[in-house]
T-cell receptor, first 113, second 114 residues
Framework: GENVEQHPSTLSVQEGDSAVIKCTYS??????FPWYKQELGKGPQLIID?????GEKKDQRIAVTLNKTAKHFSLHITETQPEDSAVYFC????????????FGKGTTLSVSS | DVKVTQSSRYLVKRTGEKVFLECVQD?????MFWYRQDPGLGLRLIYF???????EKGDIPEGYSVSREKKERFSLILESASTNQTSMYLC?????????????FGPGTRLTVT
């Protein structure tokens, strides 16, 4: 079945460093790739997303890149801050966007000051 | 401000009990989803619904059923709770509006089955 692999499972960085989380997906029909951030005691919240007709998207310190040929997409956080510490999930649409999502297993990011 | 609420933050039930988890959204969203979150396994889709009285199985539907009698409410039912259903349950909703695919999540219900 469809699958999304996410790496690494844990990531520790110093404040100000960059953090990169990588995902691969298996469904060629997937065309929507969101990233969610989950803080302790809360539900996941969308932080950035990308559609298959775009290779890169940036929003302040956060950027996402997509390589459809290789079925890879990545989250890049620059100038990390302690409040970036959370669990991050990548996801891919099951087929066309607007339907259900398949989530990766999550990356726990710790930013130490 | 968009809002998805879940009936309980914490729930403790006994093996064999019938359990109802309720989710309500106030955004007039067409789509609603139930996920289960376990350490190291991420979010796994149990069931979802595109419209009132419609439902689709997700990746792990066994042991669960759902009900959507009203657009704003989506219920997850554990017919006979078992200890392996101890988990965090997350509800989400999304619109089918063009260009808007974001899923909005509730805070979760931590269910313990003893």
């Amino acid at each position: 079945g469809e699958n999304v692999e996410q790496h690494p499972s844990t990531l520790s960085v110093q404040e100000g460093d960059s953090a990169v989380i990588k995902c691969t997906y298996s469904d060629s029909a997937s065309n929507y790739f969101p990233w969610y951030k989950q803080e302790l005691g809360k539900g996941p919240q969308l932080i950035i997303d990308i559609r298959s007709n775009v290779g890169e998207k940036k929003d302040q310190r956060i950027a996402v890149t997509l390589n459809k040929t290789a079925k890879h997409f990545s989250l890049h956080i620059t100038e990390t801050q302690p409040e970036d510490s959370a669990v991050y999930f990548c996801a891919a649409s099951k087929g066309q966007a607007g339907t259900a999502l398949i989530f990766g297993k999550g990356t726990t990011l710790s930013v130490s000051s | 401000d968009v809002k998805v609420t879940q009936s309980s933050r914490y729930l403790v039930k006994r093996t064999g009990e019938k359990v109802f988890l309720e989710c309500v959204q106030d955004m007039d969203h067409e789509n609603m989803f139930w996920y289960r979150q376990d350490p190291g396994l991420g979010l796994r889709l149990i069931y979802f619904s595109y419209d009132v009285k419609m439902k689709e199985k997700g990746d792990i539907p066994e042991g669960y059923s759902v009900s959507r009698e009203k657009k704003e409410r989506f219920s997850l039912i554990l017919e006979s709770a078992s200890t392996n259903q101890t988990s965090m349950y997350l509800c989400a909703s999304s619109s089918t509006g063009f260009g808007s695919y974001e899923q909005y999540f509730g805070p979760g219900t931590r269910l313990t089955v003893t």
